[in-house]
């Protein structure tokens, strides 16, 4: 049976490495942060775990916070056309009875943690470097990055080939309460798409505090939202998220307009840049590591795509490994393996890519009409919002034209 390194204790990276534990394999987990660590750090970008994800949680025994967190049914995607009035579609995410929820990275990252240990995983403490990656390589047939940033992250080039070009953005978040309620329904989360502005994400979460709501608003670089140069306090911080609700997505601000921080360590700024890089790092001894989820696919937060794409980049993994059995891990195997995997990253990133631009230019004349067509239909606006489920979908109606207007005609006549 091989031995597997895992470096980095993300949700990809603890995904598999509970996968592995349960098929048997030899895991160690290399990480810089300790579980206590983890619960007492900054808050992360938060993130949605829809309902096929959560299923794959729950075959690992991973789902320890579904009766704690708040449960989302339905999202209210809101798009403002510059200078005219908020266009309103609401679907179910996921098939009727089916539920998406959201819980903070420093509840699930360290509990996670800890799980692993506790069933017999090997947890190393260590800040990792190009030299003692190299040298961990020679003693583990497979290694694994599961950590993007820093360092580590270099090791893995830009694949220019794989998407339209990095598209730097910038994400200013808030954990809040006192958030005035839907008027439709309690399980639902907010969308929503300017063409002046950028975006916006109202959900409620399940944080180290309890339950509460996570307000995002993500722009590119340099845009009206960017304005946290100045590194403005928590309290600061959201007065200015509040005037920027305000003046670009009013309907939000209504909701927001009397919340307060959880607390003092509430709030972050965090800028990316959504890109597909190489998956397969050579070191300088030969040896080579795979990297997995946002390590080599990195993708706009808006898209609710995150932990969903982490999870399926997870089991694609644990099912390529498990087929591939004692052979050696080549470069054509952990090329493959990423294929393999991409088959259903390709068309989310089309997706979240389209999600990214749509303002950049006129909308194309299939997805005006498709919008209009979901603000009518409860059909149309179902499978819109269930797509962030299973993002693929997308390529069967709406990112082609002509399948677009074929489902138009075909919802048309039912």
């Not at 810089?32 to 025994?61: D, F, W």
Request: glycine share 8%; charged share 20%.
């Amino acid at each position: 049976m091989s031995k597997i390194l895992v470096v980095g204790a993300g949700h990809s990276g603890l995904h598999l490495a509970h996968g592995l534990l349960d098929h048997g394999y030899d895991v160690t987990v290399i990480t810089n942060q300790t579980s206590t660590g983890v619960r007492t750090r900054r808050p992360a970008i938060t993130q949605l775990t829809p309902p096929t994800a959560l299923e794959h949680e729950r075959e690992h025994h991973l789902d320890f916070w579904s009766a704690q967190a708040p449960q989302m049914e339905d999202c209210k995607l809101l798009l403002y056309p510059s200078g005219a009035d908020p266009i309103r579609i609401t679907g179910r995410i996921g098939q009727p009875g089916q539920y998406a929820v959201s819980v903070d990275r420093r509840v699930k990252i360290a509990d996670w943690l800890e799980y692993f240990e506790d069933r017999g995983g090997k947890v190393v403490i260590h800040r990792m470097t190009h030299t003692d990656l190299d040298y961990f390589s020679r003693m583990f047939d497979l290694v694994i990055i599961a950590v993007g940033g820093g360092e580590l992250g270099e090791l893995f080039d830009s694949e220019t080939s794989r998407s339209s070009g990095a598209r730097p953005r910038v994400v200013a978040q808030a954990n809040i309460r006192n958030v005035a309620p839907d008027p439709e329904s309690e399980a639902i989360a907010w969308a929503g798409a300017t063409a002046d502005a950028g975006n916006a994400i109202l959900m409620p979460m399940l944080t180290p505090e309890g339950p509460c709501y996570s307000l995002s608003l993500g722009d590119k670089e340099g845009g009206p939202i960017d304005v946290w140069q100045d590194q403005p306090t928590p309290a600061e911080q959201l007065r200015r998220m509040k005037d920027l609700l305000r003046r670009y997505t009013p309907e939000f601000y209504e909701r927001c307009k009397d919340s307060e921080l959880v607390d003092g360590n509430s709030t972050l700024v965090e800028h990316l840049t959504p890109q597909v890089r190489n998956p397969v790092a050579a070191l300088p001894s030969g040896g080579l590591a795979l990297g997995t989820a946002d390590v080599v696919v990195t993708m706009d937060p808006f898209g609710f795509q995150g932990w969903n794409n982490s999870i399926r980049c997870a089991e694609s993994y644990l099912h390529s490994i498990i087929g591939h059995g004692d052979r050696p891990f080549t470069r054509e195997t952990l090329v493959g393996m990423f294929e393999k995997f991409w088959e259903y990253g390709l068309p989310v990133q089309q997706f979240t890519e389209m999600i990214s631009t749509m303002w950049d230019a006129e909308l194309p004349k299939h997805f005006q009409d498709m919008i209009g067509a979901a603000v009518g239909s409860p059909e149309v606006a179902n499978r819109w919002i269930a797509g962030w489920d299973y993002p693929p979908d997308y390529a069967n109606w709406l990112l082609d034209p002509e399948l677009a207007r074929k489902f138009i005609a075909e919802v048309g006549e039912t």
